[in-house]
Structures are given as structure tokens and as C-alpha cells.
């Protein structure tokens, strides 16, 4: 190594004669450690060719106080830099066969500077210098320039927004101004101002994608940092459901929605603002809402709610369940599957819904509306002397009067069989029975006629062309008068009423029965 320090000695004469006494460097080197180095104080690694080129590399090196020798496989040597040296960090000096390491007589071992400079050593005729640390500059090392930090180094928004971005710049001296640029175009002016260092662009769009640069200049430098801004399209809706929708019930139906943007939004359907739908709905693979078969449990408002990573918006549509009016309109337009269904004769402005059963094969298959009721049963009527004693109010299943008259009027004709059957029991003569019309009158017609029974249409009554019933007969005969009612401003029949069966001398005795009430055709 004696010869290495030679070779560095002239070198050193020939820089120090051309150079000032403060940047002339004089090093004396310490003997080599075989089989060591030192680790965590590498500052830079130069492959080379010979051992003497190491020690020059760290002489020219003002912070570089040791170094280490490693053999490279391509028969190189490995010179890595370090600013420190064994005997300010000894614990750090590690076993390592066929390396060495060297380092110079270090001045820098106590503390010498300010904490403001860090020490180099070889300089000066003390030995030592004191450099301004971290890139300052100055007499007190207070000088620099600038750092420039951009807040935040990416932004991603969408179209439309408004985006502020934060260029925070330290220096001394003052820059003499801060500028942004765009890296790849030009700034849009009238939607971009810069204010104390801060760029806001207005509106933002796809066209402003890019990265943007601030720029501040002082007396020492110029220094940049800068922020990546990301523009993704807006979230808009490419099919929206209408805002109102008017269903038939029991016929499927389907409400499209679907969003679109640059993040792949999600959909998801709400129903009057709670995140269950009702039994029956479903979203399929499309994100359509579909109904199969609704009814008024169906109705409310939905919203299609489409959301990406940031931002969400909404449409909602209300659907009305409609019914259909009778059974004739659920037959054309619906189905021809006799069963239970719902029907609301007047609309959504007047009576609810109500339960009838469709029997879409009688009458040709019109579809026909069928009310049941509490007294269809062959019903005895024995006992009651005076007219009209006996009494018997009729009450239709699930359905009022003034539902069933709305249904008389949505239908083209209804009907509602009756029959009377008597032993010496009088039916329309004498005034003893009689049946109240939905509206409360009184009727005393049984079928076919306006007064009096239908054999009194074609004068056959009990062998008695003066007669209009069978019953009025009054003799020890059983006779039956029946028959259809078919005025519809009548029907349903309401209540029964029978007497002339109180003799138990002549047996006296009748039995009634009422017919559901059906109704079919159109208006």
C-alpha cells in the first residue's frame, strides 16, 4: 500500500498547487483492515479496476472518510464510499473474508461544527472544514433553494368538478415567483387561476387529464414538484325508468336501469326508501326490476340507485297497481286461467280492490265475475205469519254494496238466480215476500218480470192465467218460483223477505235460496 500513498501524494500536490488553501485536500490514510468492512455507511459504490483507484475515488469525494475493497467474480474489485469511519462507529465494523477496508486519519471525531454544517476532513491547515449541510448555502447556512411540495401528488375526481391544488414553497431567499404549468398542454385560462401559489381549475373535464408542474425560483435555484391530476367521466344514467308508471295486475313487468362512466358503477334497487323489496320483486343480471305478477303490495317507489368510487346518484319511478276493472277485462287482456283474483271496477279514485273468483268458461268464455255470499244454502223459512217477518240480510265476501254496485256498472250485464220454494205458502199476492234491491227499495219481482214471477211472462202460473207466482197458488202442493234477476241498477240482491208461513194448521212452510252474483261483458 506504500506505493498506493506515493501515487496519491503527487496527485494531491498537483490539485493542491492549482487550488485555494480552503478547497485543498490533504488526507493521511490509516492502515488496512484485511478481511473487514464497514456496513450502513455507504453513500456510493464505483466498480474499478484497481485498489488504488478507490483511495482517489474517496479523496475526490469531500464527505467520503473510509471505504471498502469487495472482489467481483469479473475479476473487478467493488469500491463503496462511506461517510463515517470504525472509530466514531465500531459496532458496525463486520468480519468479511477476502475484503478490506481503509480509511483516513479522520479530524471530524469530536464535534467541530455547528449543528447547522457538517464536518470534512483533509481540508484546511486545521485539518477539517465546516460545509453547510442539506444543500444550504450562506454565512450561517440559512440559504437555499427552494423546496417545493405539491399537495397532493394525485388527484382523481370526475367531470365537472372543481379541483384545488396546494404548491407549498420554503425558501430563503424568497422566490421571486411561483409558476404552474402543464406538462403535456396548455393551461385553459378561463377556467384556470393561480392565487398565493394555489391552482384551481373550474368545471374540470376528460381534456384536462395530465400532470401539472409548479415552478419557484430563487437567487440559489430552481426546484419543481408537481401533481397528477386523473379526470373520469361523469356518472350519468343511460336508461332511466319513467318518473310515474301505471301496471296491470298480474302482468309481468320489467323497469330498466343502467348507468354508465370511466369506474364501472353498481346498481341497486330501493323500495320506499328501505333496501327490502317487496315479495314478488327481483333484479335480474341487467339490473331490471322485475315484477312478475303485481298487485298492491307492489305499489310505492322505487329508486335505481347507481354509485362508483366517487359519486352516486339516484332516479326513482312510482308504480301504480292497477286492477283490472271485471273479469271480461282481466280475460282480454291479461289471462284466461280461471281462479281468485283482485278487481277494482272503479279505478284508483274509488272503491279498494276486492276479492272475486273468475270463471273465464261460462258464458262462452267472456270471463265472468263471480261474488259469493252468506246465504247461498237452501234456507227454510217456517213460522213467520206476517209479510215480510221473515228476515235475512245478505253479506257478500270481502265485498261491499257500494263495491259490488260499482262492479254492476263496469259490466255489461249481471245476474243473480233466486228461487222460492212454497207449501200453501204465498209469495208476491197478499204482499207477504219480497227481496231490497242494493239500494234499499223494496222488489217484488222473482225473476223475468218487474212484478211477479216468470211464469207470469207467459200466463202459466199453477194452472192460473190471473196468477203472476206459482206460490200465490196457496195450496197443498209444493211449487217453486225461480229465476234470473238481471236488472243491473238492482242488483245485489240485499235482503230477503218471506211471510204467510205461520199456520201449523195447513203446514204452511218455504225455502229460499240466492244464487251468487255474476256479472260479465263490457261496458
Not at 417545493?148 to 379541483?163: A, F, K, L, Q, S
Request: hydrophobic residues 30%; contains cysteine; negative net charge.
Amino acid at each position: 500500500m506504500r506505493s498506493s500513498g506515493f501515487l496519491l501524494f503527487f496527485f494531491l500536490v498537483g490539485i493542491c498547487n492549482g487550488e485555494e488553501q480552503e478547497n485543498c485536500r490533504k488526507v493521511e490514510m490509516n492502515p488496512a483492515k484485511q478481511d473487514f468492512i464497514l456496513e450502513k455507511h455507504v453513500f456510493k459504490m464505483v466498480e474499478i479496476e484497481t485498489a488504488s483507484a478507490c483511495e482517489v475515488n474517496c479523496f475526490m469525494e469531500a464527505d467520503c472518510v473510509s471505504y471498502n475493497l469487495k472482489p467481483q467474480q469479473n475479476g473487478k474489485l467493488l469500491c463503496e464510499l462511506s461517510d463515517s469511519d470504525h472509530a466514531n462507529n465500531q459496532q458496525d465494523l463486520r468480519y468479511r473474508e477476502g475484503t478490506v477496508y481503509k480509511s483516513f486519519k479522520n479530524r471530524c471525531s469530536s464535534m467541530l461544527c455547528p449543528s447547522t454544517k457538517r464536518c470534512q476532513t483533509g481540508f484546511t491547515k486545521k485539518g477539517y472544514r465546516c460545509v453547510c449541510a442539506n444543500g444550504l448555502l450562506g454565512e450561517n447556512c440559512t440559504e437555499g433553494p427552494p423546496l417545493v411540495e405539491v399537495i397532493p401528488d394525485i388527484i382523481e375526481t370526475v367531470e365537472g368538478r372543481n379541483v384545488t391544488v396546494m404548491c407549498n414553497v420554503t425558501a430563503n431567499p424568497k422566490p421571486g415567483g411561483i409558476i404552474w404549468k402543464k406538462s403535456d398542454g396548455i393551461l385553459s385560462s378561463a377556467r384556470t387561476f393561480v392565487r398565493e401559489g394555489n391552482i384551481t381549475i373550474l368545471n374540470v373535464t376528460t381534456q384536462d387529464n395530465g400532470s401539472y408542474v409548479c415552478t419557484a425560483t430563487n437567487p440559489c435555484s430552481t426546484k419543481s414538484s408537481s401533481v397528477l391530476l386523473r379526470v373520469y367521466s361523469a356518472l350519468k344514467f343511460v336508461i332511466k325508468p319513467p318518473s310515474n308508471v301505471t301496471v296491470m295486475a298480474y302482468k309481468a313487468v320489467i323497469l330498466r336501469c343502467s348507468a354508465s362512466s370511466d369506474l364501472m358503477p353498481t346498481i341497486l334497487w330501493t323500495y320506499n326508501e328501505t333496501f327490502s323489496l317487496p315479495s314478488g320483486a327481483a333484479v335480474d343480471s341487467l339490473n331490471a326490476l322485475i315484477i312478475l305478477s303485481p298487485n298492491i303490495s307492489h305499489s310505492g317507489t322505487y329508486t335505481c340507485n347507481a354509485t362508483d368510487a366517487f359519486s352516486s346518484i339516484q332516479t326513482s319511478v312510482t308504480v301504480h297497481v292497477k286492477y283490472p276493472e271485471t273479469c271480461s277485462k282481466l280475460k282480454a287482456n291479461i289471462s284466461n286461467v280461471s281462479g281468485d283474483y283482485l278487481i277494482d271496477p272503479d279505478g284508483d279514485l274509488g272503491e279498494d280492490p276486492f276479492p272475486v273468483y273468475c270463471n273465464m268458461t261460462d258464458k262462452g268464455g267472456v270471463g265472468v265475475t263471480v261474488v259469493s255470499h252468506n246465504s247461498e244454502n237452501r234456507t227454510q223459512v217456517i213460522g213467520y205469519n206476517g209479510p215480510g217477518e221473515y228476515s235475512l240480510d245478505v253479506h257478500y265476501s270481502s265485498a261491499s254494496i257500494s263495491q259490488l254496485k260499482a262492479l254492476t256498472e263496469a259490466s255489461g250485464n249481471c245476474q243473480q238466480f233466486i228461487k222460492y220454494e212454497c207449501f200453501h205458502a204465498r209469495l208476491n199476492k197478499g204482499g207477504f215476500s219480497w227481496w231490497v234491491s242494493r239500494d234499499g227499495q223494496k222488489m217484488t219481482y222473482w225473476g223475468g218480470e218487474t212484478d211477479g214471477c216468470a211464469c207470469g211472462l207467459t200466463g202459466s202460473c199453477a194452472d192460473d192465467e190471473s196468477l203472476k207466482c206459482n206460490c200465490d197458488k196457496n195450496d197443498e202442493n209444493w211449487r217453486e218460483d225461480s229465476g234470473f234477476l238481471t236488472i243491473k241498477s238492482h242488483l245485489p240482491v240485499k235482503q230477503l223477505r218471506f211471510g204467510d208461513t205461520g199456520d201449523t194448521s195447513l203446514n204452511e212452510e218455504g225455502y229460499h235460496t240466492l244464487g251468487k252474483l255474476e256479472c260479465y261483458g263490457l261496458t
